[in-house]
């Protein structure tokens, strides 16, 4: 007997509203936009956290080469009087120059195979690392004074325009989920009081037989849940294959640009759980919305 | 069981349809509510089942006074009275038997036993061959019956019905006044409102009779005579 059981059917004919069919179609969309910001948003905080953690605690110095200086010592002299200044200096750990070879292929990216052409005027490049504070003033003075045409670079204002960036990305993530949260709930609130509207002389005939509010509204919010998990999954999917593909794009392309995007087991899970919230969100407003209204009830 | 006190009551801004209503239901009792039609019977039912509150006057059920019950606590109140609406108010998507299944629901009984007595309760109607079936399928007297026994299924203290012999044969509106007469006897107070002379004199009972809006209470050796 199904009756009274698992396959009972709900008092209020919900499913039948056309107003059913749009929930999850909703859900979905908004799910899958949600999950696209929120995996963008994971991408762009790694990358920065990458960026950050590789450049903090360092310094860059740069060596340009001089062609037009007359009696400037050579390159590789220039380039070694640095490194003494460097090892000398307090708060240095190690500095490190790195080869033409190395540098080549760093500027690979933007200038392609020719970047290793040795006719190209390339600067040379020190990597320290730095394990205390550092007068970057008074290093930068004596680095001029010992190797002509040096510069250093703490990343200073490179790492405060990624942590802005890093943060508007944040920000800009947190707003789109929150719009499209918006828009669920008022999707949901729609659905519902047009659920009521319909039914009306049903929810009428179950208070007048002593059904609490609580006892329709809990009617509305399985209805919502189902529709929004169905829609929610479908979404997820949709999101999990784009993302998926961006990947395998991204990850195929060579002397990329672009960093390294992928994400984390963990970050897959939390995606995962974007149906879930779009559940409970809409389950949350079903259960306001139908309390709100039955309380015009006598 | 009920009190009404100079109790009135207007829709919206039109004129009182019941006026200076007052009469007493003991526990227990029954009384057939009897008036042409439009004289508020249907009115005086509502007031009864708490689904209006009065324009004026006092109404006391169960020994609260509804003036001062709140909202939280009418559905209580109201799954102790079962209705028998004129128009059966039944769920169309649903079987006979998750109808009248529905009180039950509402106050949490287990599903096997609220199974158990629905099916019990449809098969003393007579509608045992026809558990599953939903109330299009059904005759207006069969949907009557699915009615009655939804109305009675939670054994409640006080009973309401509309015309509940309107739509069936004599034999089976007898055997409905007997189920009301048994629930009557178990201790449940029944407030039934009919045109049919045959009924109230089979059962002599008590009248309370509306004409145009105002109540005679008339007691049973006048309803034999009437």
């Given at each position: 007997?199904?009756?009274?059981?698992?396959?009972?059917?709900?008092?209020?004919?919900?499913?039948?509203?056309?107003?059913?069919?749009?929930?999850?179609?909703?859900?979905?969309?908004?799910?899958?936009?949600?999950?696209?910001?929120?995996?963008?948003?994971?991408?762009?905080?790694?990358?920065?956290?990458?960026?950050?953690?590789?450049?903090?605690?360092?310094?860059?110095?740069?060596?340009?080469?001089?062609?037009?200086?007359?009696?400037?010592?050579?390159?590789?002299?220039?380039?070694?009087?640095?490194?003494?200044?460097?090892?000398?200096?307090?708060?240095?750990?190690?500095?490190?120059?790195?080869?033409?070879?190395?540098?080549?292929?760093?500027?690979?990216?933007?200038?392609?195979?020719?970047?290793?052409?040795?006719?190209?005027?390339?600067?040379?490049?020190?990597?320290?690392?730095?394990?205390?504070?550092?007068?970057?003033?008074?290093?930068?003075?004596?680095?001029?004074?010992?190797?002509?045409?040096?510069?250093?670079?703490?990343?200073?204002?490179?790492?405060?325009?990624?942590?802005?960036?890093?943060?508007?990305?944040?920000?800009?993530?947190?707003?789109?989920?929150?719009?499209?949260?918006?828009?669920?709930?008022?999707?949901?609130?729609?659905?519902?009081?047009?659920?009521?509207?319909?039914?009306?002389?049903?929810?009428?005939?179950?208070?007048?037989?002593?059904?609490?509010?609580?006892?329709?509204?809990?009617?509305?919010?399985?209805?919502?849940?189902?529709?929004?998990?169905?829609?929610?999954?479908?979404?997820?999917?949709?999101?999990?294959?784009?993302?998926?593909?961006?990947?395998?794009?991204?990850?195929?392309?060579?002397?990329?640009?672009?960093?390294?995007?992928?994400?984390?087991?963990?970050?897959w899970a939390a995606l995962g759980l974007v149906p879930m919230a779009a559940v409970l969100l809409a389950m949350a407003t079903a259960r306001w919305t139908v309390l709100r209204t039955l309380g015009s009830l006598p | 069981m009920i009190r009404f006190e100079n109790v009135g009551l207007r829709y919206g801004t039109e004129s009182e349809v019941l006026r200076d209503i007052s009469f007493t239901l003991q526990p227990g009792s029954f009384h057939f509510m009897t008036g042409a039609s439009g004289a508020g019977k249907s009115s005086l039912l509502k007031l009864m089942y708490l689904a209006h509150r009065p324009s004026r006057g006092l109404i006391t059920l169960f020994g609260r006074d509804m003036a001062r019950v709140t909202r939280a606590e009418l559905p209580e109140m109201r799954r102790q009275i079962g209705v028998v609406f004129q128009d059966f108010a039944l769920l169309d998507h649903l079987s006979a038997l998750d109808n009248v299944g529905l009180p039950l629901r509402m106050g949490g009984t287990p599903d096997a036993d609220a199974v158990a007595h629905c099916t019990e309760i449809l098969r003393w109607v007579g509608l045992g061959n026809h558990l599953h079936a939903k109330p299009s399928t059904l005759s207006g007297g069969q949907q009557q019956r699915v009615a009655i026994a939804r109305s009675v299924i939670n054994r409640p203290r006080l009973l309401l019905a509309d015309e509940p012999t309107g739509n069936v044969d004599d034999g089976i509106g007898m055997r409905l006044l007997y189920l009301f007469e048994e629930l009557h006897k178990l201790g449940t107070t029944v407030v039934i409102a009919t045109h049919n002379e045959a009924l109230i004199r089979r059962f002599d009972h008590p009248r309370l009779h509306l004409d145009n809006g105002r109540l005679h209470v008339m007691p049973a050796r006048n309803a034999k005579w009437g």
């Open positions: 007997m199904a009756l009274f059981f698992g396959g009972r059917p709900s008092d209020l004919p919900l499913a039948r509203d056309p107003s059913s069919r749009f929930l999850a179609w909703i859900t979905a969309l908004m799910v899958f936009l949600a999950a696209l910001a929120l995996a963008g948003a994971m991408v762009v905080s790694d990358m920065a956290r990458r960026w950050d953690s590789g450049l903090a605690g360092g310094l860059t110095v740069q060596i340009a080469p001089l062609p037009g200086a007359a009696g400037a010592p050579p390159l590789d002299e220039r380039v070694e009087a640095a490194l003494t200044v460097l090892r000398s200096a307090p708060g240095v750990k190690s500095a490190t120059a790195l080869t033409a070879s190395d540098t080549a292929r760093l500027l690979e990216p933007w200038l392609g195979p020719e970047a290793a052409d040795p006719l190209l005027p390339m600067p040379r490049l020190i990597d320290v690392a730095t394990d205390g504070p550092v007068d970057v003033a008074g290093l930068t003075l004596r680095l001029k004074s010992a190797a002509p045409g040096a510069t250093l670079d703490d990343h200073a204002v490179w790492l405060a325009d990624l942590r802005a960036f890093t943060g508007a990305v944040h920000l800009a993530a947190l707003g789109v989920v929150a719009l499209i949260g918006g828009a669920g709930v008022m999707s949901v609130v729609f659905s519902v009081r047009t659920g009521l509207a319909i039914h009306r002389n049903v929810v009428e005939l179950l208070h007048l037989m002593g059904a609490t509010d609580r006892y329709v509204s809990r009617q509305f919010e399985t209805h919502v849940a189902g529709l929004s998990l169905r829609g929610g999954l479908a979404g997820l999917a949709l999101a999990v294959a784009v993302l998926g593909g961006i990947l395998h794009v991204s990850s195929g392309l060579r002397a990329s640009l672009l960093p390294d995007l992928t994400l984390a087991p963990w970050q | -």
